[in-house]
């Protein structure tokens, strides 16, 4: 059964100055609520090592941020903003970064209307050039080829020419400060065009003390994209349209998270609604079909008997009958009530947007206690969003 809800009814009061602008010196110095059973408490998020279980199995994702925002100044003046969405030609995101001389991108463009008889913009890098041209327009977005000379990869000219593509309700433009801050210490696969924000607590550290108090860790890759700040418009979930985004997993991991299923924990939602997609990806395989892509649905009209165990362990076999040593796949995965988790039993996250698709997923993990968590958070000084301070929810 889909699930019916209004959005109206996952909002709250976020009054403008609760907002953190700016990420804090320290990382680890973050706030840190917990939430265990309905039970609300406050640390700080360098104690978080000692508020897990041995036998929990964190995951996080090592998606990277990239400079995705490219300015393009034509010579009347005017300012063409093209944001990288994700890769067409090659579409493979290594292959495309390593790209030395051209590749087509999915791009939003500012300003495109000033973008007349698809004359190509340039931009300077030294004593080089980026060129780029418009192939096609769309709703909503274009597609563009980037070409350039001097020999650098694709991912040297956005490091040259790209700005941190920080959330745009910082109302801020990014600085030198946000092209470390705004980006995982672990983060290791390019891709993203939004930091996976709950990992950005993290530091070497607490990673150190989780290693040393030999808590497990596996790592997943999802790809963010500017979907994640799309705000639902529509007066019910239902009429919503989740943006689709691509993951993988390895062989290794997944065994690791079948070896700990009833103990995982995950670092942010992302890694969230990549962990719940593989149960789906799994259903999938039992019923002889390739595990390609989870529909927004899937968790409302597959209503499998199927367990956990056993859907992953399909899962894995497919990639073992077919010599993976990883997965790639896309999800839409929307989780929202009346949602029951099928891998996730705990979520370290910030504190989401109202009448989002995140708090629908706070709240299909935890239930109501969701305006608990939010009202204490907002009465104890917590910042909220992208740089905001962090929480665990053990339901």
């Not at 941190?164 to 672990?186: C, F, G, M, S, W």
């Not at 989780?210 to 808590?215: G, M, P, S, T």
Request: negative net charge; contains cysteine.
């Amino acid at each position: 059964m889909l699930p019916q809800i209004k959005i109206a009814d996952y909002t709250y009061d976020l009054p403008d100055e609760r907002i953190a602008r700016f990420p804090l010196e320290q990382r680890d110095s973050a706030k840190l609520l917990t939430c265990r059973n309905g039970e609300i408490g406050e640390t700080v998020f360098k104690n978080l090592p000692s508020l897990l279980l041995p036998q929990t199995l964190l995951v996080f994702n090592e998606t990277k941020v990239i400079p995705a925002r490219l300015h393009f100044r034509k010579d009347t003046g005017s300012v063409i903003e093209l944001f990288c969405l994700e890769p067409l030609s090659p579409a493979d995101y290594e292959q495309c970064f390593s790209a030395t001389a051209t590749c087509d991108w999915k791009c939003v463009a500012g300003n495109v209307k000033r973008w007349k008889n698809n004359i190509p913009l340039k931009l300077l890098f030294g004593t080089h050039t980026l060129q780029a041209e418009l192939i096609e327009k769309y709703e909503g977005y274009v597609t563009v080829r980037f070409s350039w000379d001097g020999g650098d990869s694709f991912a040297q000219v956005l490091d040259k020419c790209g700005a941190t593509p920080i959330p745009p309700y910082l109302k801020r433009d990014a600085t030198e400060n946000d092209v470390a801050q705004y980006q995982t210490v672990y983060a290791r696969y390019r891709g993203s065009v939004a930091a996976p924000t709950a990992g950005l607590h993290f530091t070497q550290n607490v990673l150190t003390e989780i290693e040393e108090r030999k808590i497990a860790i596996e790592n997943v890759t999802l790809h963010v994209g500017a979907g994640t700040f799309r705000p639902v418009k529509s007066e019910t979930i239902i009429e919503h349209v989740m943006h689709e985004e691509p993951f993988s997993i390895t062989r290794q991991a997944l065994q690791s998270i079948i070896a700990h299923l009833g103990h995982i924990i995950a670092v942010g939602t992302t890694s969230t609604r990549t962990l719940e997609s593989l149960y789906f990806l799994g259903l999938q395989c039992v019923s002889g079909e390739e595990p390609k892509h989870v529909n927004q649905w899937n968790p409302y009209t597959e209503l499998s008997t199927v367990s956990a165990e056993e859907s992953l362990t399909a899962l894995l076999s497919y990639m073992e009958k077919k010599n993976l040593r990883s997965l790639q796949a896309t999800t839409q995965v929307l989780l929202a009530p009346p949602y029951k988790f099928k891998i996730v039993n705990g979520l370290i996250t910030n504190f989401h947007q109202p009448q989002s698709t995140l708090l629908l997923l706070i709240g299909a993990l935890i239930g109501d206690n969701w305006r608990k968590v939010y009202d204490y958070a907002l009465c104890h000084d917590f910042r909220f969003l992208s740089y905001g301070d962090s929480s665990i929810l053990l339901p």
